[in-house]
Structure formats: C-alpha cells, structure tokens
C-alpha cells in the first residue's frame, strides 16, 4: 500500500520561507514523478509543482514561479517544496501527490496517491 506523509506546514508571517517534506512508502519512489498540489478556502485544488523520476524535470504554477522549488531526495523516498517569499495568499492545505508516470504532469488526473495535506497559513 502507498503512503504519502506530508510534514512542515506552519503559521507564518508575510515574506518567510518554509519547506516541507513528504515521506513515500510502498512504492519503488525513483521511478515516478511526484507533485505539489494546494487548496486554498473556498477554492479548488490547484496545481503547485511536479518533478521528474530523477529530478531531472521541474514544472511549476505560474502564480509561485521564482519563489517555490521542488527537489526529491530518491535514497530517502522523499520530496520537498521549498517556500520562499510567502504571501498571504498562499494560505492552504498543501498535498504531495504520487503519479502514475515518470514525467512532469500538472493534471490531477495524472496522480494516483496523494497524502493527507499540511496546513500552510501566511499572515499579513
């Protein structure tokens, strides 16, 4: 069975940086992509990042270009969204997803595991 453990999630204030983490059990983790996905109050899931099998491959939302990075670390099964420059706007539950591929994919469709979510809450 596959696991997906988020940790990191926080309260914090307007301009810091946070990173978290996502623990994968249960799966071979090197030979899938991987995904960030976050849903705001009120709002849809909407696509963060993705990363390739090997980290080779990055994609990311136009709205957190510049101030987010994906990475993964495959010999410890686990991925991580680094947060730079948060903004209030940020505020949401953010889930790591597992995809079915080895690429990049920004369409939820293109995961199937996803973890329980960590709360992200930015404060002006």
């Known amino acids: 069975q596959v696991q997906l453990v988020e940790s990191g999630g926080a309260l914090v204030q307007a301009g810091d940086s946070l990173r978290l983490s996502c623990a994968v059990s249960g799966r071979t983790f090197s030979r899938y992509a991987m995904g960030w996905f976050r849903q705001a109050p009120g709002k849809e899931r909407e696509f963060v990042a993705s990363?390739?099998?090997?980290?080779?491959?990055?994609y990311y939302a136009d709205s957190i270009k510049g101030r987010f990075t994906i990475s993964r670390d495959n010999a410890k099964n686990t991925v991580y969204l680094q947060m730079n420059s948060l903004k209030p706007e940020d505020t949401a539950v953010y889930y790591c997803a597992h995809a079915s591929g080895f690429r990049t994919r920004w369409e939820e469709s293109a995961y199937d595991y996803w973890g329980q979510g960590t709360q992200v809450t930015v404060s002006s």
């Open positions: 990363i390739s099998m090997f980290g080779g491959n990055t």
